[in-house]
């Protein structure tokens, strides 16, 4: 008995550690690369967009992968298409 609550003990705070680091993680990527755009509420989401060119413009929306961020789809696609464009960019909650 002592060995079962002793591992789930071990086991609880490796969940913490991790948690924290997690978080900490977060903390310093949000501080370093601060979210471009705005943030909007949709069916009780939270979502980030970025726009960018006139807003009678034909829309463009830009959709990146899962293993990616708006950003990577801003400068080098988002910003030139605005210049002739209504560019929107969402980040994937979550």
Do not use: C
Not at 41 to 46: I, P, T
Not at 82 to 89: D, F, N, P, Q, S
């Amino acid at each position: 008995m002592i060995e079962i609550l002793a591992g789930a003990a071990a086991a609880a705070a490796g969940t913490y550690a991790l948690q924290a680091n997690a978080r900490a993680y977060a903390t310093r990527a949000e501080t370093r690369w601060p979210p471009i755009g705005r943030f909007i509420e949709a069916d009780g989401a939270r979502l980030h967009v970025a726009e960018a060119g006139a807003p009678d413009a034909p829309a463009v929306l830009l959709i990146h992968g899962a293993s990616a961020n708006l950003r990577e789809l801003w400068t080098p696609i988002g910003l030139p298409l605005a210049e002739t464009h209504r560019v929107l960019a969402f980040d994937r909650p979550g």
